[in-house]
């Protein structure tokens, strides 16, 4: 098994991979006009942007870093210091601004800084949600130092395309720069890494613009940055037809066109008006509460306080579970037994045996399970009618639950709110329309992987069987080809 080292760990924890020097060069080269241009490095690293320009400040609260951004720089500033906290003393006003902001996922963005970056955000007009990671009020803040017709060039992650925390940043870039480029770039920047990263230049701050300049290019070019020829996203029809999203732009306008042609029509349904969609439970320790039927058998497990169940997609048939497959992982002594114990249930003393073991001793010491009463009692299990894979390589899978299963949170579970609609779901499903909403309204994971939160396998549009009686495949079959190379799947 791979083993990152202690530098590689504390990289992924803070955030911190370098940027390519030729990267580096060319945005600090596109930021600054002049010698004299007085560019910031909110989050410089080891320096290799601020290097690039004799008159330039960074900021850095790694000490480590910071001391090789000063061995880097002579000739620049670097503060060692928690940017938002330096952001919110200093005077200080620069005409320009490039880096590569630290991507921090939300769970360990916290504390005193998250609170601080949020507020400071808030008061400039940009009000991002809980979910939010460090990257996006980086930027809302480090615009906010700059000298009215500043520019900014940044590295940034493809989720920009499509995370819901994304929107908050692009609202106040159109709403405080004259011109907004997204440069997608489908060959990777960090080859090491499974997230793809984009790149962001700004220019012209105290200004608007009612448009977004969308320019994907192929690999990276230190000469076309940015590139000259880009098309134009008008920022009502990227928030009003698209869900603020910008990962539909990577297709061609007759692709996208066709796409909303179908999704308009009165007969079309989105997955969220016809089904409830939502994750299954969460155990909070699968290994304990999920046995194999030699388990049950041994501790005498009675069969009223057991249910079969599903703990992840792969060993799902396709299109439906039946009694006979759950048969067959019974015999072949799978561990597909959920132990459901309801909250008043009098325990047997078999049961109360197993909850009593080292297993359940260990069980009842994890989060989820010292945080409910009865610790041992699963909640939310119930039978879906069908199972949604939300993380897939070709296409996420569809399976009707005949075999009254229930499903671990590895699963979306859905629940129709019409029975006849549902009988031609899965025919509807395996269209090559829906599986370039899927692409559309999900995004790409890493490693080629397609994934859809609950949330966006609700906006997956379910087209009529007349819609898609006229529809060229062959122009659908092309625009999925093209989403899924943009997220490497298939890739060697």
């Not at 615009?143 to 900014?152: D, E, H």
């Not at 992650?157 to 997204?182: K, Q, T, W």
């Not at 060993?315 to 114990?341: F, Y």
């Not at 379910?462 to 997220?487: G, I, N």
């Amino acid at each position: 098994m791979l083993r990152l080292s202690e530098a590689e760990r504390t990289a992924k924890e803070s955030g911190a991979y370098y940027t390519p020097d030729s990267v580096a060069a060319a945005l600090v080269q596109w930021a600054a006009h002049n010698a004299s241009d007085r560019l910031l490095d909110p989050s410089c690293g080891d320096g290799r942007f601020i290097a690039c320009h004799p008159n330039s400040t960074g900021v850095e609260r790694n000490e480590d870093a910071a001391f090789a951004a000063k061995q880097r720089t002579p000739s620049g500033v670097v503060h060692q210091s928690d940017f938002f906290e330096w952001a919110e003393q200093s005077t200080e006003r620069f005409d320009c601004a490039a880096g590569n902001p630290p991507f921090i996922r939300y769970q360990t963005f916290s504390g005193e800084v998250r609170r601080r970056a949020l507020r400071l955000c808030h008061d400039l007009g940009a009000t991002f949600s809980g979910l939010t990671t460090s990257w996006a009020p980086f930027l809302v803040v480090t615009a906010s130092l700059l000298r009215r017709g500043g520019r900014m060039a940044f590295v940034v992650p493809a989720s920009i395309g499509h995370a819901p925390h994304a929107a908050p940043l692009i609202d106040y870039l159109v709403a405080n720069f004259e011109v907004v480029r997204i440069v997608p770039i489908r060959e990777k920047l960090f080859p090491h890494l499974s997230e793809d990263c984009w790149l962001l230049f700004a220019e012209g701050f105290g200004g608007s613009t009612r448009d977004i300049h969308f320019a994907p290019m192929e690999r990276f070019r230190d000469t076309e940055a940015p590139p000259r020829v880009a098309q134009l996203v008008p920022v009502d029809e990227w928030r009003s037809l698209w869900n603020r999203r910008l990962r539909p732009y990577l297709l061609k306008d007759s692709q996208r066109a066709t796409y909303q042609e179908v999704a308009k029509r009165k007969d079309t349904l989105r997955l969220g008006l016809a089904a409830s969609v939502g994750i299954g439970y969460v155990s909070g320790a699968n290994d304990f509460f999920h046995l194999r039927p030699s388990e049950a058998q041994l501790w005498g497990i009675p069969d009223e306080f057991l249910h079969p169940t599903v703990r992840n997609g792969r060993v799902l048939p396709r299109r439906t579970l039946t009694a006979d497959t759950v048969n067959e992982w019974h015999r072949s002594d799978q561990p597909m037994l959920l132990l459901r114990i309801p909250k008043h249930a009098e325990l047997p003393p078999a049961v109360s045996h197993y909850l009593d073991s080292p297993q359940g001793q260990k069980a009842r010491q994890t989060y989820k399970c010292r945080n409910r009463n009865p610790w041992y009692s699963v909640p939310d299990v119930r039978v879906p009618q069908f199972f949604l894979t939300y993380m897939s390589g070709i296409a996420p899978s569809l399976v009707r639950n005949e075999a009254g299963a229930s499903c671990t949170n590895a699963l979306h579970a859905v629940y129709y709110h019409n029975g006849r609609v549902a009988d031609g779901l899965l025919d509807t499903w395996d269209s090559t329309y829906v599986q370039l909403s899927c692409e559309i309204e999900g995004h790409a994971l890493g490693g080629g992987m397609l994934k859809l939160e609950p949330g966006e396998a609700a906006r997956v549009v379910l087209p009529s069987p007349e819609a898609t009686s006229c529809l060229d495949d062959s122009v659908l079959e092309a625009a999925v080809s093209t989403l899924r190379r943009w997220r490497h799947y298939g890739a060697g």
